[in-house]
């Protein structure tokens, strides 16, 4: 494939598999950091609407709303939104905590691309154990990641299965290959808290 069109393909999954829109800015997901002052007391830190990282400029994509660098988790009065490692992916020992919203329609355009496009991006941190993938935004990271849905509806492809998810559906996986597929007609937002794992 030239490279030009590998790069426009890239960014297309990028922006397919990490998110769509947050229309207004009462949209913005809402984060509280709280952690102890100079005398030991319980205070904020932290009360922000924080803007969401675009994958392709102009826009929207997922925001990440904290991340951690070891286990167990160091404590910060530093802001740690979008302090990781600037991936899909969490820093070696660490966790990110994520919003993602997934667009509907995405699977028409995901139909089109290779369906190694996502893993030849995610490169070393994929794991080497597993099948090829089926779809351009199927992959696997090196990751154990809690979902959670807020809103909307999505599917989950897996090898040789597909799932149904709504809000308040709670997913645990383990570095397997996964897509998420928005067949419905509204954006999917996802929570997620991805933590760094060891290879399967």
């Given at each position: ?12 999954i990028?922006?397919?598999t ?5 229309a207004?800015a ?11 002052d ?9 009360d ?6 675009s994958a392709?400029?102009?826009?929207n ?17 530093e802001?740690?939104?979008g302090?990781?490692?600037g ?19 995405n699977?028409?355009l995901l139909?089109k691309?290779?369906?190694?496009s ?8 994929a ?11 199927m ?13 909307g ?13 709504k ?18 007609t509204?954006?999917?937002?996802i ?10």
């Amino acid at each position: 494939m030239p490279p030009r069109r590998l790069i426009a393909c890239l960014a297309a999954i990028l922006l397919f598999t990490l998110g769509a829109t947050f229309a207004r800015a009462d949209d913005l997901p809402r984060r509280v950091v709280t952690g102890l002052d100079a005398t030991g007391k319980a205070v904020v830190l932290f009360d922000t609407r924080i803007e969401p990282k675009s994958a392709v400029p102009g826009r929207n994509a997922a925001v990440d709303l904290w991340t951690t660098h070891k286990a167990p988790a160091g404590l910060s009065a530093e802001d740690l939104a979008g302090k990781g490692t600037g991936g899909l992916w969490p820093p070696d020992g660490g966790t990110v905590l994520r919003i993602v919203d997934v667009p509907p329609g995405n699977a028409d355009l995901l139909a089109k691309l290779p369906a190694d496009s996502l893993m030849k991006v995610l490169g070393d941190h994929a794991p080497k154990r597993g099948r090829p993938p089926q779809v351009a935004s199927m992959h696997r990271t090196r990751t154990v990641d809690y979902a959670v849905i807020l809103s909307g509806a999505i599917d989950m492809m897996l090898d040789d299965t597909t799932l149904h998810f709504k809000p308040g559906d709670v997913i645990v996986q383990q570095a397997v290959n996964h897509a998420w597929i928005n067949r419905g007609t509204e954006p999917c937002r996802i929570l997620f808290v991805l933590l760094d794992s060891d290879a399967p």
